[in-house]
């Protein structure tokens, strides 16, 4: 990383810790941020933590790791992930699956070669009612059927910013 | 902002919240946690600890720094009542936190929501800002002189384990979702080695109903060890998947009847650690003294493959041990590959033997819940199911029948 890129990491890092204060508690909520901001949390960003948290780069590392909306690597400006866990199984998240592999041209836990989307699984995320179920970022799509989901990731594509676009009602019902 | 589920009519909707908590501000510390113990409530959440007996114990402890978390990391799968309670009651659950803050003298309160949640999070920050300027939060809570209590929302970051008290505390205070030895219980030692007090969603919403409609109308619903009324996630292979509520000590059958799941031959309770109960056993009760839950069902099918249900749920234990101890971290492992072994066909009855001596070893020797559960519904689908998931084909020869 360019020594320029790094300062302003730094800043925008120590804005971040002004804000959400010092302590330890801050940790998770800086890295979300981070995370949030920068699609992934490079060992730069790591160290410029430790530092400004007074402690060491392996501890964060140690936190980034353990979280899975933390993880490290470079993920991609829209995370898509579907939800695996047996009600969202019953539902029929394999087509799901498929469709999103096709669609997106990527396989889990891949991310797209244009670095827009990144696929994943989730663990139970709370739609059992209404699965299918996926998250895009943080937003939720529920009885997700293979047209919506060309529909979705259309969406994203359209969208200028981190978010897909405010059409989400549509599927919550 | 309200994802619409579907269900009966929930008791929490006529419930008004802030009387619940004007009449527990009124009366000593001590009339409160005695109203909750005399209310008979256990945890929602699904452990089932006495809710008067937690807080009763943090009540009793020393210092004047002390915690009420309220848990809303609900992860168990199948299980999604606490997105509708803060979504749609979220005032009951604030009502619920302050009465628990008045007694055992906690003047921070945090939700701890689930990163998976995190689009509830604007609009709880909303309510609260709403009880704010209302009085209803902050310096003298209703009125009352020198009680201040406040809340903030804390996102997790997708980590199941996190459910667990230690560990969900672990995690607010900026470490890895790592459960802690017990004792101290957080009652004694929690959140920043302060008394705390973690409750569930619905526990602390119910707490606030126990005040504002009174001990003996709680005590009208639900049996005498399981009172109250409780709110059940139904998902899975039904009519009318929800959010339900029932009093405690419905019978399965009565339950699948009114969500439209009577041909099912099978039902998850209790979600992914819970137990599979068999359409033999139907006639049970939904109850502490027979099947303990914190409201999770998922209907199975007449079509289910029960062997491909157990290995979903060792998927997600292998996936979301934190990985601290041994029998946790290699026996979900273990569970696993054997649900692969099963699929293939070539898992000998005398492995299986042994892996019901894992289970066993994971229930006394793991740290928390997960090791302690997570073998469960396997166990319970082996004995049940044990026909259908033994002696299969193995998969390529399937493949090979069916081209």
């Given amino acids: 990383m360019l020594v320029t890129q790094q300062e302003q990491l730094r800043a925008q890092v120590t804005t971040l810790v002004d804000r959400l204060g010092p302590g330890r508690s801050s940790l998770v909520p800086i890295l979300q941020e981070v995370k949030t901001q920068y699609h992934g949390i490079d060992s730069d960003a790591m160290q410029i933590v430790a530092d400004l948290l007074d402690i060491h780069p392996v501890e964060v590392y140690s936190v980034a790791t353990f979280y899975a909306f933390l993880n490290p690597a470079a993920e991609g400006q829209f995370v898509v992930r579907l939800c695996r866990t047996v009600s969202c199984d019953l539902a029929g998240k394999d087509a799901i699956a498929r469709q999103l592999e096709s669609e997106l041209d990527v396989a889990f836990g891949e991310t797209s070669k244009d670095g827009r989307f990144t696929l994943d699984w989730a663990n139970c995320m709370g739609m059992c009612d209404q699965g299918p179920a996926l998250l895009v970022n943080d937003r939720v799509y529920t009885r997700v059927t293979p047209e919506t989901v060309r529909e979705i990731v259309a969406e994203c594509r359209a969208a200028h910013d981190g978010h897909a676009a405010e059409r989400k009602e549509g599927y919550l019902v | ?403």
């Fill in chain 2, 1 to 403: 902002m309200s994802i619409q589920t579907q269900g009966n009519t929930l008791t929490f909707a006529s419930i008004d919240a802030d009387a619940g908590l004007r009449t527990a501000l009124a009366m000593s510390r001590p009339d409160i946690i005695d109203t909750v113990s005399d209310s008979g409530m256990k945890g929602r959440g699904g452990a089932g600890f006495p809710t008067g007996m937690k807080w009763n114990f943090a009540g009793a402890e020393k210092g004047d720094k002390k915690y009420i978390i309220c848990n809303a990391d609900e992860g168990e799968p199948g299980t999604f009542k606490d997105r509708v309670i803060l979504s749609e009651f979220p005032d009951l659950v604030f009502a619920g936190m302050a009465i628990a803050g008045r007694a055992i003298g906690a003047a921070e309160g945090i939700v701890y929501l689930r990163g998976e949640y995190s689009y509830l999070r604007s609009h709880l920050n909303a309510v609260i800002k709403k009880r704010r300027a209302a009085g209803l939060l902050g310096k003298d809570v209703g009125g009352v002189k020198g009680f201040d209590f406040d809340i903030i929302v804390a996102l997790g970051a997708g980590a199941y384990i996190c459910g667990e008290e230690t560990a969900l505390i672990e995690s607010l205070e900026g470490f890895r979702g790592e459960p802690r030895n017990r004792p101290p219980f957080p009652v004694v030692a929690g959140y920043r080695y302060a008394p705390t007090v973690v409750n569930n969603v619905e526990t602390l919403a119910s707490a606030a109903c126990i005040f504002a409609k009174g001990v003996d109308w709680f005590k009208s619903f639900g049996t005498d060890r399981s009172t109250g009324f409780k709110l059940f996630s139904i998902s899975g292979d039904c009519a009318k998947p929800g959010v339900y509520e029932f009093p405690f000590g419905i019978t399965v059958a009565d339950l699948l009847k009114e969500v439209g799941g009577e041909n099912a031959k099978a039902v998850q309770i209790g979600g992914a650690s819970g137990t599979c109960v068999p359409r033999t056993q139907f006639a049970r009760r939904m109850a502490f003294e027979d099947i303990p839950t914190g409201g999770s069902v998922i209907v199975f099918g007449p079509q289910t493959d029960m062997l491909a249900v157990a290995e979903n749920f060792l998927e997600f234990f292998a996936d979301e041990s934190c990985g601290q101890c041994t029998p946790c971290r290699v026996g979900n492992a273990k569970m696993l590959a054997a649900a692969g072994q099963l699929k293939d066909g070539v898992c000998s009855a005398e492995y299986l033997a042994e892996l019901r001596e894992l289970s066993g070893t994971m229930q006394v020797a793991s740290k928390c819940g997960l090791g302690q559960t997570s073998s469960n519904a396997f166990m319970s689908i082996l004995e049940h199911f044990g026909d259908e998931i033994m002696s299969r084909p193995a998969q390529a020869e399937t493949a090979r029948t069916s081209a």
